[in-house]
């Protein structure tokens, strides 16, 4: 247990999945109102608490409040008031008698928080889930700060946060939940999903990968560099053919961006712990290509380009999740797309290009989660757009309504009058030639060619 | 392709949400509607443009190796393949990683597949079972009922996933039931259900076997039916009245047509009984009283909510079929299959004339930018609206905190860069 995050008892764990049920048995969750009371109150949580948060933020990894406050914490008052809004809707049959499913849980990653940890909470709440958080031990001033605040806003008896880590996390998984939301990496996601299997769980798993940048060579290298550099979360293969251009084109970005240097610079975050510095600063060590500055002491790493990379370099084994951009030279738009297809679909697919048959190659020749053109991470703020990986980023899709079905089962129904039984009786035995021909009709319906 | 919903901020960007294949995927189909529950998600599979890998049922050998046959004689082998086996052919197939596993079938062994797509992330659907509980309202119109549910049960010898698995009604009203219930049956087997090509049969020995081991245990009596023939792997359309939660027919999904009625003292115990056991694919009740109905419907979780018939809802255009906790997950019929079988894929196209407004994104960070973003929906439009409505304090940042009578107020400044990391 650390100092600074309390972990949860392991005793408790299940005490806590059976206090939830018996909430959500008690029908409390189903009323609109009530769900739109919690939301506004987790939307008055992010924005009273963006101090704390922010302050909470610095210390755990010297998170920049800029994005703090617009990647994070507004995103979750605009999600939150929106799924307030909407839920009612949302809700409403088309899909009829929808009732709802009960408890799910979502381990939470360290790297957003905030919006990784309370978007999904937003989508369980708008359904009328009870639900228990259980976000990462790698940020404890935050986890903390959540279990406290989580508690002070929302009600308790439907919504807790669980915090800890492998022991904690083992009991959770030991215990059935009617839907677990995971978000992080493809190796914690195995074992989810197998503790998930056990009891008939359905998963959402928003993984990672490394997610391609193509940049062609006919785009505006200046704007495609500057692009990039900002969205440089997960970016890690860069795929284009004219490396020194988009060198340039970074160095004159990233002088804009920090004057004086990143490393100094608030507006520019550290790398989260010692282990992920230590991993970072191997995989660059081990890189052939050309490198850059660090500081272990205040684990802030500056971005890092790095040229001339090859498909074998370290950089490329796994995801860089970290402000090193390898730059992987290559001929022509069909080696690009075969080393993209060479390796496991990645979570977005980023080109840059204003050529309408290059974007029509990448969109016929490639799968990913999304695809963004011209624009890193921006995709990500559009929270209209379902999110979602495939293959090894992993499957189930998230933000404003879809959050919302996935914490939400379609429960048909029907209810047959007794008037329908004239019709209906042919399907009764014994039965008559007449049957055939009225309820198998589609066996003379004619096909096209 | 979709229009994302329309925002005023994004527009420009270009917001579309791609319906794409998956890629290659696997289903695993049972026994009992060996066509059909084959061929149906093929349907939706090949028409959201995957390539398909059916393993059908072993306890199916007749049928299975006949679509086998005959697949490849009329669709493209390339895209379509038949895998023939039982547990080594199906345990290899859950090595290999799939775009989408959809297996139908029993609990038990969904559990085996989920375990093993775990390890290759690869999501899996299911469509499972259970016991379906019919609930009757003694005032209900019982003839019909009586006719709907002795129909459901008789379909394929009561081998359906969503046949009425077993009747809780008021104890007084339990023999009523089982008349009207031998009424139905004497019309529709004015021979016998014995008689050949009018009733199925179960499906092999080993069923055939569990199937009477389970009536033999039974501590209730039976009403009527209950003859067996082991050669024929018959059993008879069989009522089997006084059964108690403990009974071994209540022990598991019958799935077969025996039909235990569990008299209660009232609609509540009916539904606490309910509760207290694993979420039903189906849930049936019997009445015309809307208050009724709805009581039972809003205090339960099931698949699907059925009234006044049984198996109907799996044929009806539109509605999404699918299970609940041990019931599965994933939906079904037509478009649901579709989308099962469809990768979301979210993409957008920025110009770049679009940083002259969102230019502010990039760093420097400052609080000019802050303003200029709020104004442009990252703050969010509610504190937008709200910065109007309700009178807001309103600081050094544009960040204006919201303070109305119920939120706990609290000021904040943006501090000064703060030296400490």
Not at chain 1, 50 to 78: N, Q
Not at chain 1, 93 to 107: C, H
Not at chain 2, 12 to 36: A, C, D, Q, T
Request: net charge negative; charged share 25%; glycine share 6%.
């Amino acid at each position: 247990m650390s100092d600074i995050l309390t972990y949860t008892p392991v005793e408790e764990i299940p005490k806590i999945r059976d206090d939830l049920r018996a909430t959500f048995k008690t029908g409390v969750t189903r009323s609109f109102e009530w769900r739109k009371r919690q939301l506004y109150q987790l939307a008055r949580m992010a924005q009273n608490e963006a101090e704390a948060v922010c302050d909470a933020m610095t210390r755990d990894f010297g998170k920049p409040r800029f994005e703090v406050i617009v990647a994070e914490l507004s995103a979750v008052v605009r999600i939150a008031l929106k799924s307030a809004e909407k839920l009612e809707e949302w809700a409403r049959p088309e899909q009829p008698d929808v009732p709802d499913s009960q408890r799910n849980w979502k381990p939470t990653p360290w790297n957003y928080p905030v919006i990784l940890s309370l978007q999904p909470l937003v989508g369980a709440i708008a359904a009328g889930c009870c639900a228990v958080l259980k976000p990462s031990e790698n940020v404890p001033h935050l986890s903390e700060l959540l279990a406290k605040l989580i508690s002070k806003y929302l009600d308790t008896s439907a919504y807790r946060v669980i915090n800890g880590a492998i022991p904690e996390i083992t009991k959770i998984l030991e215990l059935q939940w009617d839907h677990i939301f995971y978000t992080g990496n493809g190796r914690i996601a195995r074992i989810v999903a197998t503790a998930a299997a056990k009891h008939l769980t359905p998963c959402s798993l928003e993984l990672g990968g490394k997610s391609p940048v193509v940049v062609d060579a006919a785009y505006d290298m200046e704007l495609a560099a500057k692009r990039i550099l900002w969205g440089k979360c997960n970016n890690a293969g860069q795929i284009c053919k004219k490396q020194d251009e988009l060198v340039r084109g970074f160095e004159k970005a990233y002088k804009a961006f920090f004057p004086n240097g990143a490393l100094d610079d608030a507006d520019y975050g550290g790398i989260v712990n010692d282990f992920h510095f230590k991993r970072l600063s191997t995989m660059l060590d081990r890189s052939q290509g050309e490198k850059a500055g660090r500081d272990p002491a205040r684990r802030r790493l500056e971005p890092v380009i790095v040229k001339g990379v090859d498909g074998n370099d370290s950089l490329l084994e796994e995801e860089i999740f970290g402000p090193l951009l390898p730059i992987v030279a290559v001929d022509s738009l069909d080696e690009a797309i075969d080393f993209i297809n060479a390796r496991p679909h990645p979570l977005v697919l980023y080109a840059f290009t204003e050529d309408p048959n290059v974007k029509e190659r990448l969109i016929n020749e490639t799968q990913s989660g999304g695809i963004a053109f011209n624009d890193t991470f921006q995709q990500l703020a559009v929270a209209d757009l379902p999110f979602s990986g495939i293959g090894e980023s992993g499957y189930g899709y998230q933000f404003l309504r879809y959050s919302f079905e996935a914490f939400t089962h379609l429960r048909s129904s029907v209810d047959i009058p007794k008037g329908e039984e004239s019709r209906l009786s042919l399907r009764y035995p014994p039965h008559k030639p007449e049957a055939y021909q009225v309820l198998g009709s589609a066996m003379n319906i004619r096909i096209p060619e | 392709m979709e229009k994302a919903p329309f925002s005023l901020n994004f527009f420009p960007m270009r917001p579309v949400i791609r319906k794409e294949s998956k890629g290659v995927v696997l289903s695993i189909s049972p026994f009992n509607y060996p066509v059909w529950l084959a061929l149906g998600p093929m349907i939706g599979a090949i028409a959201a443009g995957n390539c398909f890998v059916l393993k059908p049922s072993e306890l199916s050998p007749a049928v299975s190796g006949l679509i086998a046959e005959l697949v490849p004689k009329y669709l493209d082998p390339d895209v379509v393949r038949i895998v023939l086996g039982a547990v080594p052919e199906t345990t290899r197939l859950l090595e290999l990683p799939w775009a989408h596993i959809l297996y139908t079938g029993s609990g038990r062994v969904a559990k085996i597949v989920c375990a093993a797509a775990a390890k290759t992330l690869t999501p899996v659907s299911t469509e499972l079972g259970g016991k379906s509980p019919v609930v009757i309202d003694p005032k209900c119109d019982l003839q019909t009922a009586a006719k709907r549910i002795m129909w459901g049960k008789c379909v394929n010898a009561g081998q359906t996933c969503v046949a009425p698995d077993y009747i809780l009604v008021p104890e007084d009203a339990q023999d009523k039931v089982v008349q009207a219930l031998k009424a139905t049956h004497d019309e529709f087997y004015p021979t016998s259900p014995s008689t050949a090509g009018v009733f199925g049969r179960i499906v092999n020995h080993a069923h055939f076997r569990r199937l009477k081991g389970l009536l033999d245990r039974s501590a209730g009596e039976i009403a009527f039916g209950g003859e067996t023939n082991e050669n024929d792997k018959y059993i008879s359309p069989t009522i089997v009245k006084n059964v108690k939660g403990d009974d071994s027919l209540m022990s598991e999904e019958l799935f077969g047509p025996i039909l235990p009625i569990v008299p209660v003292k009232n609609v509540d115990e009916a539904i606490a009984f309910i509760n207290d056991r694993d979420n039903p694919l189906t849930l049936y009740v019997f009445s015309q009283d809307a208050a009724f109905k709805a009581k039972v419907f809003d205090n339960t979780l099931s698949g699907s909510a059925v009234a006044n018939d049984t198996l109907v809802h799996c044929a009806v255009d539109g509605l999404p079929f699918g299970g609940i906790g041990p019931s599965g997950s994933g939906y079904h019929t037509r478009k649901y299959t579709f989308d099962l079988f469809t990768h979301l894929r979210s993409s957008l196209d920025s110009p770049a004339w679009v940083d002259a407004i969102f230019g502010s994104r990039f760093p420097p960070y400052t609080v000019r930018l802050f303003h200029v973003l709020s104004l442009f929906g990252h703050a969010g439009d509610a504190i937008i609206d709200s910065i109007g409505k309700e009178g807001v304090v309103s600081q050094v940042t544009p960040w204006c905190q919201v303070t109305s009578p119920s939120t706990p107020a609290c000021q904040w400044d943006r501090p000064e860069p703060s030296s400490e990391r």
